[in-house]
C-alpha cells in the first residue's frame, strides 16, 4: 500500500515570502516539506556552497529577521534553534534537487517550482489587467469618474441616517 502524501500547492504558497525584494522559501520550511531536520539541510548546503550564489540562497540579517517574526511568518526567532535562516529564491530551490538526492526532495523541488511558476503567471496577468485598466481609464476618464463616485455614493451610509423601522425595544 502507497502511503504517498500529496502537498497542495496552497500549502506551498503560504511558505513563498517576499523577502529583498525576491519571492523566497526559509529553509525551516523547506525542510519541513523535504520531511528532513533544518540542521541536515543546511549541512548539504554548506558541503555544496560554491552550488549556491547569493541570487540563489542568502543568510537573512537581523532585521529581516525581526520582519519575518512581526508578519506571522513565524511564532518566535527561538523557531529558527539560535541560527539565522537561509533564504532561498526559485533557483536555490532548484540547486537543492542536486544536493538532496531523495525521491521526495526531487518531486517536492518540482512542486515547489511549479508554484514558482504559477505565481509569476499571476504576477504576469495582474500587470496587464492593470495596464488595461490604466489604458481605459485615460480613454474614458469621464466615464470612470461618474462611475466611481455612484459606487462611492451606493456604499457609503445614508445622511441623514435613515429612521429605524420595524420592532423597536425600550432598551435600544
Not at 540542521?39 to 537573512?60: C, E, H, I, T
Not at 529581516?64 to 517574526?69: F, L, Q, S
Not at 513565524?74 to 539560535?82: A, L, S, T, V
Not at 470612470?144 to 456604499?155: D, G, Q, R, S, W
Request: aromatic residues 8%; positive net charge.
Amino acid at each position: 500500500m502507497n502511503k504517498e502524501i500529496i502537498i497542495p500547492e496552497e500549502r506551498i504558497l503560504t511558505k513563498i515570502f517576499l523577502i529583498r525584494g525576491e519571492k523566497v522559501i526559509l529553509d525551516v520550511h523547506l525542510a519541513e516539506l523535504y520531511g528532513v531536520e533544518t540542521r541536515a539541510l543546511k549541512q548539504a548546503v554548506k558541503r555544496n556552497s560554491g552550488r549556491f550564489p547569493p541570487d540563489f540562497m542568502y543568510v537573512l540579517t537581523e532585521q529581516e529577521i525581526e520582519a519575518v517574526v512581526s508578519q506571522n511568518v513565524i511564532p518566535h526567532k527561538k523557531f529558527f534553534g539560535g541560527s539565522s535562516p537561509y533564504a532561498f529564491s526559485e533557483t536555490g530551490v532548484a540547486m537543492l534537487s542536486s544536493v538532496l538526492k531523495s525521491d521526495k526532495a526531487v518531486e517536492m523541488n518540482i512542486m515547489i517550482i511549479r508554484t514558482f511558476v504559477t505565481l509569476r503567471k499571476i504576477a504576469l496577468n495582474y500587470r496587464e489587467i492593470m495596464q488595461k485598466l490604466e489604458t481605459m481609464e485615460s480613454e474614458n476618464d469621464g466615464k470612470f469618474k461618474e462611475i466611481y463616485a455612484a459606487l462611492n455614493h451606493l456604499l457609503s451610509p445614508p445622511n441623514p441616517p435613515r429612521k429605524r423601522i420595524g420592532y423597536k425595544s425600550d432598551d435600544l
